[in-house]
């Protein structure tokens, strides 16, 4: 039996057997149609598509440029990890849970608080450099 996996939660779904789920995400540029002008007729295309050209393979070398312009992304989800996505699909909950996590956290341990305490800084040397240098 061909065996499917949760791509959040890793849990083995048999194929046919369990109910899964498919997400299939599409990511391209969003391109708003300008409106053709005056100024846009009067231009010299072929020098504007030749310099085009110049540009694109300028950025071949750089990385972060060359992204692709559009990707498909598929992914197989288990019926509870279905559930979850549809109530969150962009995974704002994920971040701000780790928000809450992070102010909790400094919350109940003002002591051991990153800017405090163990580190042995002053509360002289705690003050805002632009501070001192009045
Ligand atoms: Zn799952």
Redesign the pocket.
């Known amino acids: 039996m061909l065996h499917v996996t949760?791509?959040?939660?890793?849990?083995e779904m048999c194929h046919g057997h369990d109910h899964r789920y498919v997400v299939k995400i599409e990511v391209f540029a969003a391109h708003d149609p300008g409106k053709i002008t005056e100024a846009d007729l009067d231009e010299d295309h072929m020098e504007a598509v030749s310099e085009l050209l110049r540009e694109m393979e300028d950025n071949l070398d750089d990385p972060d440029l060359a992204e692709p312009i559009y990707k498909q992304f598929r992914y197989d989800?288990?019926p509870?990890?279905?559930k979850k996505f549809l109530r969150d699909p962009l995974g704002k909950g994920a971040e701000v849970r780790l928000q809450q996590k992070l102010v909790s956290r400094l919350q109940d341990s003002p002591d051991t608080g990153v800017c405090s305490g163990g580190l042995g800084i002053t509360s002289a040397s705690r003050r805002c450099p632009a501070e001192r240098t009045l």
Do not use: F, I, P
């Open positions: 949760c791509d959040l939660c890793r849990k989800l288990c509870e990890c279905h």
